[in-house]
T-cell receptor
Framework: LAKTTQPISMDSYEGQEVNITCSHN???????ITWYQQFPSQGPRFIIQGYKTKVTNEVASLFIPADRKSSTLSLPRVSLSDTAVYYC???????????FGSGTRLQVQP | GAGVSQSPRYKVAKRGQDVALRCDPI?????LFWYQQALGQGPEFLTYFQNEAQLDKSGLPSDRFFAERPEGSVSTLKIQRTQQEDSAVYLC??????????????FGPGTRLTVL
C-alpha cells in the first residue's frame, strides 16, 4: 500500500481557499486518490476521488500532477462548518480495507 | 434507512465485561466493514463482510473480537472480556458493492466504547 504524508494541522479563516497537500511517492499505477472528511462525533464522509489531472465536484477540487506523487485537495471559500479532519487515501478501486492515516486537522476561524 | 446507523452511540463497560455493538447498514448494501478509531488517530480496519460471509478478519486485534452478519444485513461486533485498550470509537461502514468504481464506503456515526 502506498504510504501517504499530509500535514498534521492547518488553520484558516472563513472565506479563504484552503489547499491540503498529500504526498504519496510510491503510488501504484492502478491506485486512485480519495479524500474523506470527518467531523467530531461522526464517521468519515467521502469527499472526492481522482486518478489524474483535476476533478471537481460541489464540495471540493482535487489536483493531481502528472507524476501522481502528490495531490492537493482544494476547498473554496471555507466556512466554520468545514472544520474537520481530512484524510488522504491511496489504493486500488474496489479495495476493501481503507487505510486512513492520521489526517489533517483543519480549524477554520471566524 | 437514509444512512448507516449504529447502536448504542455510547457504551461504558467495566473491564472484563462482554459488549455487543450493532450496525444497520444502508438497505441493499452488499458490503459491510468495521473499523476501530483510537483517540486522535484515523480509523483502522477490523473486518469485512460480503452479504453474510466474513471474507476478511485480518484486522481483528485478538480472539476476543468477534463479528457476525447472519442474514446479510444487520451486523454485530462483539468484544469479550473487555480491556482498557479496547476503549475507542467503533465505526461501521457499508457499500453497495466491492470491486470496480462503486466502492465508496458510507460510515455510521460510531459507537464510543469506554472500558473502565
Amino acid at each position: 500500500l502506498a504510504k501517504t504524508t499530509q500535514p498534521i494541522s492547518m488553520d484558516s479563516y472563513e472565506g479563504q481557499e484552503v489547499n491540503i497537500t498529500c504526498s504519496h511517492n510510491n503510488i501504484a499505477t492502478n491506485d486512485y486518490i480519495t479524500w474523506y472528511q470527518q467531523f467530531p462525533s461522526q464517521g468519515p464522509r467521502f469527499i472526492i476521488q481522482g486518478y489524474k489531472t483535476k476533478v471537481t465536484n460541489e464540495v471540493a477540487s482535487l489536483f493531481i500532477p502528472a507524476d501522481r506523487k502528490s495531490s492537493t485537495l482544494s476547498l473554496p471559500r471555507v466556512s466554520l462548518s468545514d472544520t474537520a479532519v481530512y484524510y488522504c487515501l491511496v489504493g486500488p478501486p474496489g479495495r476493501r480495507a481503507l487505510t486512513f492515516g492520521s489526517g489533517t486537522r483543519l480549524q477554520v476561524q471566524p | 434507512g437514509a444512512g448507516v446507523s449504529q447502536s448504542p452511540r455510547y457504551k461504558v463497560a467495566k473491564r472484563g465485561q462482554d459488549v455487543a455493538l450493532r450496525c444497520d447498514p444502508i438497505s441493499g448494501h452488499v458490503s459491510l466493514f468495521w473499523y476501530q478509531q483510537a483517540l486522535g488517530q484515523g480509523p483502522e480496519f477490523l473486518t469485512y463482510f460480503q452479504n453474510e460471509a466474513q471474507l476478511d478478519k485480518s484486522g481483528l486485534p485478538s480472539d476476543r473480537f468477534f463479528a457476525e452478519r447472519p442474514e446479510g444485513s444487520v451486523s454485530t461486533l462483539k468484544i469479550q472480556r473487555t480491556q482498557q485498550e479496547d476503549s475507542a470509537v467503533y465505526l461501521c461502514a457499508s457499500s453497495l458493492v466491492v470491486g470496480g468504481d462503486t466502492d465508496t464506503q458510507y460510515f455510521g456515526p460510531g459507537t464510543r466504547l469506554t472500558v473502565l
